[in-house]
């Protein structure tokens, strides 16, 4: 009997150590709504382990506002920290970090009428000062450019001058982290200083139109990387690799140094990029780069070098997870195999898949009311495309919307600028980018312009423009 005692002593005990263990593992997020209109909609919470690029590879918990206005979060198994998106449908309006412990509350006194402030904000509760100082970085002021234009030709002085402006902007930063030092962690600190490098150097970085600024002397390109990288710290902490404005300014200033290198092809662009990301770089942060790059860049699938790059991306992947992912994208990008097969709903309610058009070209477009290049795309196959291939049955033309509501949809449809009478009309409903069609293709941005042939392969995914063009790859598929 004491045996026995004993034993249920020690079950209970290990009971309440793994329970109290994946308490401490755990974290939760309250967010209180003034706003009565959004307190109607649904809320939106993307996490991410690990960050690679905007929602990829994230968990989405979707949740209601209770009676009081609040909508609650429960976030567990966290190991070290998860990277948090919230959005209310597809708007995104907070962004930041979530660690073991966490009891963050949050009221929100902003509405969808209004630009958002830092003052729309109130935070509380353990672990919620990371997220203030996220909140700072995204709707704070910050370091404008003064008295530095645009032009085709940049001496050392004017670069300089923008370079101390970078220099200006990552001090007051810098400044927002320090005023939190004491009550974020250590890893959160190397996380936002990461952070706060990469938004300022590469709005420097950004203030070069990469199509026109050529001219620039091979000194003076090598001379404002060089002022810019003895700068960076951050290259040598493998957590950096988790912040996203760092990952874009790895991106952007590799970006920039090929384009300004007369010595390089237009064919050897994008593998030259890749090239310089491995020469700069190890580790994780290499890894975390060059995905970023692949995703970020999408042009690169449409290269003359697109398979070297992607083989030699593949090969410098030691990370088991950032291989697979890697895999996937590749996957997705490939011409001729298996479209994929989406689940999307019409005008009247109903659902449709691809595969309902089996034996007919599908020529897919996505748009959302204000997208100006998705009003150029319906343009182009309104006068180019459907006076040869509108009437034909062997040819379906599909219009996938992206709005959060079907009001919004069929206004969009009723301006004439981004559909036509001869398509299909769809919708994501309230997913918009979150739905799996665009998750699938790694699409952030719109619009997007897919190629699917009668046996349901994916013969192209170029964002073309030229109806003529078009026109050729619709031809080709028929034949």
């Known amino acids: 009997m004491k045996n026995y005692k004993l034993i249920t002593m020690i079950i209970s005990l290990l009971y309440l150590s793994l329970s109290s263990s994946a308490a401490n593992r755990s974290a939760t997020i309250t967010v209180h709504i003034d706003d009565q209109e959004l307190i109607t ?6 996490l991410q382990d690990e960050y690679i690029y905007n929602g990829l590879c994230s968990v989405t918990m979707v949740t209601h506002a209770d009676s009081n206005g609040d909508f609650l979060f429960e976030i567990k198994d966290i190991k070290k920290y998860k990277k948090i998106q919230l959005e209310f449908d597809e708007l995104p309006f907070l962004f930041g970090y979530v660690e073991p412990g966490d009891k963050i509350k949050i009221r929100y006194s902003g509405s969808t009428h209004k630009i958002t402030k830092v003052k729309d904000f109130e935070f509380s509760g353990p672990g919620s000062a990371k997220l203030a100082l996220a909140t700072k970085f995204e ?9 530095i234009s645009r032009t085709s030709v940049y001496d050392q002085l004017k670069l300089d001058s923008l370079v101390k402006f970078a220099d200006e902007q990552y001090a007051f930063k810098l400044d927002i982290v320090n005023s939190y030092r004491s009550q974020i962690s250590i890893t959160m600190k190397s996380l936002y200083q990461a952070e706060a490098f990469g938004i300022s150097y590469t709005h420097a970085l950004s203030h070069f139109d990469l199509k026109k600024d050529l001219n620039m002397s091979r000194e003076n390109v090598d001379y404002l990387i060089h002022e810019i990288e003895k700068r960076d710290l951050n290259n040598q902490n493998p957590v950096s690799s988790n912040s996203p404005a760092y990952l874009e300014f790895l991106w952007k200033k590799s970006q920039f140094k090929v384009s300004q290198d007369s010595s390089i092809s237009r064919g050897k662009f994008y593998s030259s990029i890749f090239k310089d990301l491995m020469s700069r770089y190890t580790g994780q942060v290499r890894e975390k780069a060059i995905l970023y790059y692949i995703c970020a860049d999408t042009h690169v699938k449409f290269s003359e070098d697109a398979s070297w790059v992607y083989q030699n ?8 997870q950032h291989r697979k992912f890697l895999q996937s994208v590749i996957d997705s990008r490939r011409l001729g195999v298996k479209a994929f097969d989406f689940k999307l709903t019409n005008l009247k309610g109903d659902t449709v898949y691809l595969h309902d058009f089996k034996g007919k070209v599908v020529v897919l477009d996505a748009w959302y009311s204000g997208c100006g290049g998705c009003a150029g795309l319906a343009k182009v196959i309104k006068a180019s495309v459907l006076p040869k291939f509108g009437n034909n049955k062997d040819v379906v033309f599909v219009a996938v919307n992206i709005e959060r509501t079907k009001k919004q949809w069929l206004d969009g449809l009723k301006s004439g600028l981004y559909t036509n009478e001869q398509s299909v ?3 994501t409903y309230g997913l918009g980018l979150h739905h799996p ?3 699938y293709y790694n699409f952030f941005s719109l619009p997007q312009l897919l190629l699917i042939g009668k046996d349901g392969n994916l013969i ?20």
Not at 313 to 320: D, I, K
Request: proline share 0%; hydrophobic share 35%.
């Open 41 to 46: 909609q649904k809320m939106r919470l993307l």
């Open 437 to 439: 069609l665009f998750q």
């Open 139 to 147: 709707y704070g002021t910050g370091i404008r450019y003064k008295n």
């Open 460 to 479: 192209s995914m170029d964002l073309v423009r030229n109806g003529d063009k078009i026109n050729e790859r619709i031809k080709k598929a028929l034949d």
């Open 313 to 320: 991306s593949l090969a410098q992947m030691s990370t088991a």
């Open 425 to 427: 009309n769809l919708s």
